[in-house]
T-cell receptor, first 112, second 112 residues
């Protein structure tokens, strides 16, 4: 079946540090890939997405590239801010089963 | 636009009690979803409704029922609550399957 694996957290960084959160997936077809962010006490919000191989999604300084050969969609940001502290979820949409599958989430804490 | 709203925000039940979680969206979306979020497990799909009048089981449907009352509203019912159903429940909607999902703020449910 479909699955999403993310690096375990929590991840703690200093402000302006470089961020990478790894995400790999298993899917039967060619899924769409997403990163969602959850701030404390809130629901999830879409951060970025990519719908086909080699697409790059970007938003608010975050980027992720759909790598079909390595089945990966790693999230990166060049310089994190305290306000980026949140839980980040990698997810895929299975176009055959019409279902979203979420990873377990990675908690990021950015210290001033 | 309120987006996706959920009621209640918090609920405590005793084992065996029943309750209904309400969800409504004002974005004229076709698809609606119910997820539960448990520590270390990300979001798991309970039920979804691809369009008004249809509902389908997700990954963890046991112990739950749903009703797509109209295009706006999608309720989740626990007929006989169990401690294993202690979780945070999120409702989401999207214009079409595979599109960006918009999440509600969540309902934190504790079953004693």
């Amino acid at each position: 079946g479909n699955s999403v694996t993310q690096m375990e957290g929590p991840v703690t960084l200093s402000e302006e540090a470089f961020l990478t959160i790894n995400c790999t997936y298993t899917a039967t077809g060619y899924p769409s890939l997403f990163w969602y962010v959850q701030y404390p006490g809130e629901g999830l919000q879409l951060l970025l997405k990519a719908t086909k191989a080699d697409d790059k999604g970007s938003n608010k300084g975050f980027e992720a590239t759909y790598r079909k050969e390595t089945t990966s969609f790693h999230l990166e940001k060049g310089s994190v801010q305290v306000s980026d502290s949140a839980v980040y979820f990698c997810a895929l949409f299975d176009n055959y089963g019409q279902n979203f599958v979420f990873g377990p989430g990675t908690r990021l804490s950015v210290l001033p | 636009n309120a987006g996706v709203t959920q009621t209640p925000k918090f609920q405590v039940l005793k084992t065996g009690q029943s309750m209904t979680l309400q969800c409504a969206q004002d974005m004229n979306h076709n698809s609606m979803y119910w997820y539960r979020q448990d520590p270390g497990m990300g979001l798991r799909l309970i039920y979804y409704s691809a369009s008004e009048g249809t509902t389908d089981k997700g990954e963890v449907p046991n112990g739950y029922n749903v009703s797509r009352l109209n295009k706006r509203e999608f309720s989740l019912r626990l007929e006989s609550a169990a401690p294993s159903q202690t979780s945070v429940y999120f409702c989401a909607s999207s214009e079409v399957g595979g599109g960006e999902q918009f999440f509600g703020p969540g309902t934190r449910l504790t079953v004693l």
